[in-house]
């Protein structure tokens, strides 16, 4: 009998990497509707957000790895890097490797947002959804536990976290900064 | 003394500045912070420098005059 312990560790590492990613993507949406109101110090959202992502990042990389080393399905270094050439289920693999893919571009981009220009940078920030949505049809397709009760109930709520959220930020205005005039726009000097 | 720079090609316009350190920071109607003030005495100006999500904020410590 073949060695489980890879196949174990890369289904353990997909589903971690999703629950990050999930987490990573409720923070980033926390740090402008302040959810908790001032329980949450403004820096720890932003701290948080950028912690989840890079420990997803990770997850998926241990995900990655874990899957070449495993010979239960058989997925070589070329099948990591391109969408659909995995012989085991390529759609549904190619949409994960879709998502890493686009996921760790996100990632990168925030050090080079200067010079992407931050309005770039944004449209860019936002294709998270698509990661996300891509991540929740891979895991779906490709998950050996999908159709056990509590793996769907994972993807389930975490879909349902992920509108909650949106729908939150999309509907509630960010709350007022205390003490703060908002003055008209004037011209003024760029500070020294 | 901390002197305090805003990278405006980088504002977004969070606003967590302005809560944190009132005195220095201001937001315009667009949503863009301004200073109020380019050096100060309060740490708080330390704070708004971390909590800015889009790094537009250095703060360096200078001598005062």
């Known amino acids: 009998m073949k060695d489980p312990t890879f196949w174990l560790l890369a289904r353990a590492s997909g589903l971690t990497a999703y629950v990050l990613l999930t987490l990573s ?3 980033g949406l926390a740090v402008k509707s302040r959810p908790f109101g001032r329980a949450v110090k ?6 948080t957000h950028r912690f989840l ?15 070449v080393l495993d010979q239960t399905v058989h997925i070589g270094l070329a099948a990591l890097l ?4 995995a012989s085991y289920r390529p759609f549904a693999t190619g949409l994960g490797v879709f998502a890493a893919e686009l996921g760790a571009l996100i990632i990168v981009s925030f050090p080079l947002r200067k010079r992407i220009g931050v309005r770039a940078w ?31 109930g994972l993807y389930l709520g975490a879909v349902f976290a992920v509108a909650a959220a949106t729908a939150w930020r999309a ?18 000097p760029l500070p020294v | ?57 250095s703060v360096v410590q200078v001598e005062a005059a």
């Open chain 1, 25 to 27: 993507v409720l923070a």
């Open chain 1, 42 to 47: 403004a820096a720890s959202a932003t701290d």
């Open chain 1, 53 to 67: 992502s890079l420990l997803a990042l990770g997850a998926i990389a241990l995900h990655a790895i874990t899957l």
């Open chain 1, 82 to 85: 391109i969408p659909g050439v």
């Open chain 1, 122 to 152: 944004r449209r860019l920030h936002f294709t998270t959804y698509a990661v996300f949505a891509t991540a929740t049809a891979h895991g779906l397709a490709a998950g050996t536990d999908t159709h056990r009760l509590w793996a769907f």
């Open chain 1, 171 to 188: 509907l509630n205005r960010p709350i007022p900064t205390k003490g703060v005039t908002r003055v008209p726009d004037r011209d003024r």
């Open chain 2, 1 to 57: 003394m901390y002197r305090i720079v805003i990278d405006h090609s980088l504002c977004s316009g969070f606003g967590d500045c302005a809560d944190l350190a009132p005195e220095v920071f201001e937001l315009e109607s667009e949503g863009r912070a301004f200073l109020r003030a380019g050096e100060s005495d309060d740490p708080a100006v330390l704070d708004a420098a971390a909590a800015c999500p889009m790094g537009a904020i």
